[in-house]
């Protein structure tokens, strides 16, 4: 089973937790790909820069100024430093970009009605399954950054969670796969506050129940809509689990 | 034959001058590699964010908050702009640093007598070359930045002249392996001015009467000292070019 990590900024923006988590990912057995999302280190390098943050609907713009400092945050800085960090772990981690090898293909978002700039929406069966499997198959663990390529020499800003989704789903072409969403809870929780009401498991028919009676709510939605989307294109299964617990079996198991 | 190209700050800084050289560079037929240097944009960088430049000796030191933008600089900005414009180009760039499948360790500089940081020079000997290969028969073109990596999760910043070199000696392993350093002139000059004084080859005997009699001098002399020691270790020949002439034949070859 392909192994497929995401972790985000609560792991990538404290060096403790990061720490910790690249110890338990280097010591997995068999073949496996780690995404990482940015953290708030763009944000503070635009804010020291004097870029200004311009936000729609909650969402960030990214203009060219402030896809230079994604590109040089996510595919420098932090995707050398966990790369490293790997290596240094005796893991033979390759880090990755969309544009590099051509491996993720996007499309600009359409800039009607609104223009969040530089953004890209991956064009899932475009990934490139092939160079991914053939990394896998030569002992390489490739560490994707949260970056597309539009084909056209433009990076692109994407977001970590779907980068991890399509490479999961690419993945899925060519063996059983299983993706893992780090956060800091242990999983679906009933009750936020109550790290023992973990739901263990969810399939599409408990997701609409769940939802129905509000137990599933706000940012827990998309999350687990994406991580059944991944399972209806083939991603064996899909856990969501805290990122400081992946070498044991607590989690929210998705199907 | 692989050509192992090395362009450095003229043609990186350049907008005009690298999307011309990519142009080339995509075109040309068979293996090739590609390694970057970094340009002024770290240092503007560097200098923006107020982060003080301590040269000893008219060189840098790379203290951790140099190493960090140089990262960025380096592995993420630059190197991807050129990633993403070779795969728009048709060529199937994969860009690397030298911590990514450890392809290129670095022991750190001997802070004795000068600490210049974060400095790495290669064990030329421990270059991965059977990565390299892989990668090139599989229609993979490697595009390298200055930094490697000491094994213990430190970048290492590095000369570019000496990753190229030391590519090019990793890459002849395996097979005959040319390496071209591009630079704002045609080749060596007997009168820096006259771009009609070409030297077309040079070898270790005339190299010896040429700096005897100070035809060669200055800048010159570690760059062709540099190639004749490539050769000397396996590369096939040397070629000293203008980055705007790759596809035409004039150059100083050293054999």
Redo the contacts between chains.
């Keep these: 089973m392909i192994k497929v990590f995401k972790i985000g900024g609560n792991v990538v923006d404290n060096d403790e937790a990061l720490s910790r988590f690249l110890d338990d990912f280097a010591a997995i057995e068999g073949e496996k790909v780690l995404i990482h999302g940015g953290g708030k280190l763009a944000t503070r390098l635009c804010q ?2 004097g870029i200004e943050t311009r936000m729609v609907e909650g969402r960030r713009i990214t203009d060219r100024d402030t896809l ?1 400092v994604c ?7 932090i ?3 966990i ?3 790997l ?2 772990r005796g893991c ?6 969309g ?4 491996v993720i293909p996007a499309r600009k978002r359409n800039p009607e009605p609104i223009d969040f700039g530089y953004v890209g929406d991956i064009e899932g069966d475009k990934v490139d399954h092939a160079f991914i499997q ?1 990394l896998l198959e ?1 002992g ?1 663990t490739p560490v994707f950054c949260a ?1 597309t ?1 539009d ?5 692109l800003n994407t977001n970590a969670d779907s980068v991890a989704s399509s490479v999961a789903i690419a993945a899925a072409r060519f063996a059983p796969t299983q993706l893992v969403f780090c956060f800091e809870k242990d999983g679906v929780l009933v009750d936020i506050d109550d790290p023992d009401s973990l739901i263990e498991t969810i399939n599409q028919a408990t997701f609409d129940d769940l939802k129905a009676k509000g137990i599933i709510a706000a940012g827990m939605v998309p999350k687990v809509t994406g991580a059944l989307k991944a399972v209806s294109q083939g991603v064996t299964e899909v856990v969501i689990k805290n990122s400081a617990n992946i070498s044991n079996n607590r989690g929210t198991t998705i199907k």
């Excluded at 033979?92 to 970009?97: E, F, I, N, P, R």
């Excluded at 544009?99 to 051509?102: E, K, L, S, T």
């Excluded at 084909?151 to 990076?155: E, K, L, P, S, V």
């Design positions: 020291q820069l230079d590109t040089m945050v996510y595919a420098g800085l995707n050398k430093r790369v490293a960090a290596n240094a033979k981690a390759l880090g990755l970009s544009a590099d090898a051509g053939h030569n390489v970056l390529h084909g056209n020499g433009n990076m």
